[in-house]
């Protein structure tokens, strides 16, 4: 938050929880008492058997609507908030336009199974325990760079904005984060470890995108967020006064 907010003491933490069914944010003292609470539930999207998604513009204005809402229900102003917190579902995958803020298309959640002929392909190719022994992973429909694969694959735009360099991956915390620093202004592209463990994409050993990995899957790199320790000393990024309460227009 922006620096002429100093004035006002900050007793609180925003935890958002963005989950398969909804989302929720909490906001605690600094004693770790709870001070308010609020949930927004989002659409199942289910265009085929064993195909599951949801709509990303959807989470995000949840996600500012339920911050709205434990605001309003405690009289809690947002200069009184210190730092905001993001936990969520994992392996849920979204690529949108840096330029414009929008996805290219749903994103293609943790219970999908449309990615099975990319893993059935990967497993032909490759020896399955290699990957394990890289990622810790087995190779499953479960993950997020095989879902990252098929997208570029099936979604024209999304296939050839890697080239213009308009594109960005994210798992959900990353899509949300990027939103709350302001996106296409110059938002915060990162995820965590946690996160980045679970997209079959990441070296458990150096704790890094994995370049032989990217190459098994034919993902660019450049689309990738920067990893970040799950709890830092530096933050993600900033939230500027009263950013996420203003809808923008995508």
């Not at 609020?38 to 199942?44: G, K, L």
């Not at 290219?104 to 990615?115: D, E, G, L, M, P």
């Not at 694969?149 to 960005?168: M, Q, T, Y």
Request: hydrophobic content about 40%; proline content about 6%.
């Amino acid at each position: 938050m922006e620096a002429e907010a100093a004035s006002m003491e900050r007793e609180y933490v925003a935890a958002i929880d963005q989950g398969t069914t909804g989302t929720r944010l909490a906001l605690f003292r600094k004693d770790g008492a709870l001070a308010a609470f609020s949930y927004r539930e989002h659409t199942q999207i289910h265009p085929r058997p064993g195909w599951v998604e949801h709509d990303p513009l959807e989470i995000w204005e949840n996600v500012q609507l339920a911050t709205k809402d434990a605001l309003a229900i405690s009289n809690i102003a947002p200069e009184e908030i210190a730092a905001i917190g993001v936990t969520n579902q994992r392996e849920t995958t979204i690529i949108w336009d840096l330029v414009t803020g929008k996805p290219y298309c749903n994103a293609v959640v943790w219970q999908c199974t449309r990615t099975s002929q990319v893993c059935e392909e990967l497993e032909k190719r490759v020896h399955v325990e290699s990957i394990r022994e890289r990622t810790g992973l087995p190779v499953s429909t479960y993950f997020s760079g095989p879902k990252i694969r098929w997208i570029l694959d099936n979604i024209p735009e999304a296939g050839e904005a890697p080239r213009k360099g308009r594109a960005a991956f994210g798992t959900m915390d990353t899509w949300i984060i990027w939103n709350l620093t302001v996106g296409v202004e110059g938002g915060s592209h990162v995820t965590d470890y946690s996160n980045a463990s679970r997209t079959m994409l990441m070296d458990l050993r150096r704790l890094r995108w994995d370049g032989e990995m990217l190459d098994m899957l034919s993902i660019p790199s450049g689309i990738l967020p920067t990893i970040c320790p799950s709890s830092d000393r530096e933050p993600y990024g900033w939230t500027p006064k009263g950013a996420y309460f203003i809808s923008r227009s995508l």
